[in-house]
């Protein structure tokens, strides 16, 4: 059985939402008004805090926006203000996320050439350059840097330089990879950033961070395709007033603050890494003892989630596995891929190397009760 997880609940060893220190949870446990001096001052430090985390403090060249709801809110606020209404995009494609961004752009009204890969494989700068010189009518390339369909990490530096190279703007989801993998904004030419509150952050669920190139936000004005996502004026209302324009996620926010001292505290960007990766040794030592096969290449594998194949046996269910460790206290996810039957597990949040030892034993015990037979390495 999993250990007693008292108060905090099960273990998640998902991409997002994470297991939450108890602390941050603690911090929403009062009510702050929206228009109050001391959640506005709150806002105010986190946007400067965001910025120097990034590497690119003020006074410089980016600034911080937040909008209400999850990470897909905030790629959709990004596509759906920033491009022109005759806009064009690149989206490269290699898992799920990427086809939700083009998804995004198409009910938009925003022309969409694709450029896919198999979900294995990662984006090519070689093939951008290619895309880019064969329509030069594009305006934009978008680009996941951690598609968690499979954990694999796209090399968004290089296609960020080749991007930049060619004058078109670049948008980068960032959702479960900012704050642990390293990415300079300005070294990979990016304009567009968006990363989610609850991911390696570590706070709770409630809205999406997005850096954005004051250059190139300035350009956006009135090209808003909705009220509620007009990332602008988003901007405009935080920077003249401090408030979001519409309810803010108070509680969400004031997690958030707790989870950037946490962060700090940690050592920041390697510190939380560190964490990550040593967790994720622990979960791909474990699973190859136990027979399992992952489905990425090593050298494009992440420390944030890996898929692994469905055991080759006729008495292995996926619902039942699930079922099982859920009830002993660890959360997986589900695959993603459209042509191979895997899950997933995740290696960040608030988890420890011990946690994952834990798991493994409750991965053991589970096949063991299923009958299902593997092949140990």
């Not at 897909?72 to 690149?90: A, C, D, H, K, Q």
Request: aromatic share 8%.
């Amino acid at each position: 059985m999993g250990r007693n997880h008292g108060d905090s609940g099960k273990l998640l060893f998902t991409p997002g939402p994470l297991t939450t220190a108890r602390a941050t949870k603690e911090a929403m446990l009062r009510d702050l008004g929206s228009r109050d001096a001391t959640f506005l001052e709150i806002v105010r430090r986190m946007r400067t805090k965001l910025l120097e985390l990034a590497g690119v403090p003020k006074p410089g060249p980016y600034e911080v926006i937040f909008m209400q709801g999850s990470g897909t809110f905030g790629v959709e606020s990004v596509i759906s203000s920033v491009m022109p209404r005759n806009g064009r995009i690149l989206v490269a494609i290699n898992g799920a996320y990427g086809e939700r961004i083009a998804k995004i752009a198409t009910v938009s009204g925003i022309h969409v050439s694709e450029l896919r890969y198999p979900e294995n494989t990662p984006v090519r700068e070689a093939d951008v350059e290619a895309a880019l010189r064969e329509d030069p009518e594009l305006d934009c390339v978008a680009v996941v840097h951690c598609e968690t369909t499979t954990g694999l990490v796209n090399p968004v530096e290089n296609i960020g330089q080749v991007v930049k190279a060619s004058g078109n703007c670049f948008m980068v989801d960032a959702m479960s990879s900012f704050a642990v993998l390293p990415l300079e904004l300005e070294a990979a030419g990016i304009d567009f950033l968006v990363t989610s509150s609850n991911k390696c952050f570590e706070g709770v669920p409630g809205f999406s961070v997005i850096f954005a190139r004051r250059e190139a936000l300035l350009s956006t004005e009135g090209r808003a395709r909705t009220v509620s996502l007009d990332l602008h004026a988003q901007w405009r209302g935080l920077e003249s007033t401090g408030q979001f324009r519409f309810t803010p996620p108070t509680h969400a926010m004031l997690a958030m603050e707790r989870a950037l001292t946490a962060y700090e505290a940690e050592g920041g960007t390697s510190g939380r890494r560190g964490r990550y990766e040593a967790n994720h040794a622990a979960l791909m030592h474990g699973m190859h003892k136990l027979g399992f096969r992952p489905y990425l290449d090593p050298v494009y594998q992440s420390c944030i989630i890996t898929t692994f194949y469905y055991p080759e046996h006729p008495r292995f269910s996926f619902k039942a596995f699930y079922e099982m460790l859920s009830d002993q206290g660890f959360v997986i996810y589900p695959g993603k891929l459209t042509h191979a039957n895997c899950f997933r597990i995740g290696t960040v949040g608030q988890v420890f190397p011990k946690d994952v030892e834990d798991l493994l034993n409750a991965i053991e015990s589970t096949l063991a009760a299923m009958g299902v037979e593997m092949n140990p390495s």
